[in-house]
């Protein structure tokens, strides 16, 4: 399951990823204007940031 979640922070964390989700909004006919996806790739990045800043690495010794 962990690689399962770290493979999608990953993916998470590349602009390409948003902007394939954002081409694949589109195609299902939800439009977004520029501001919207800027604001979702925003958050999308704020999000995972978040979440590696209390991730621990793999090669951190325990504390």
Excluded: C
């Excluded at 520029?34 to 621990?56: H, Y």
């Amino acid at each position: 399951m962990k690689k399962i979640i770290d493979y999608t922070l990953n993916r998470l964390a590349e602009a390409s990823t948003w902007r394939g989700i954002t081409f694949l909004i589109t195609a299902l006919g939800i439009g977004l204007n520029p501001e919207q996806v800027a604001a979702i790739t925003t958050l999308g990045l704020a999000v995972v940031g978040t979440i590696n800043v209390f991730k621990k690495d793999a090669h951190s010794p325990d504390a």
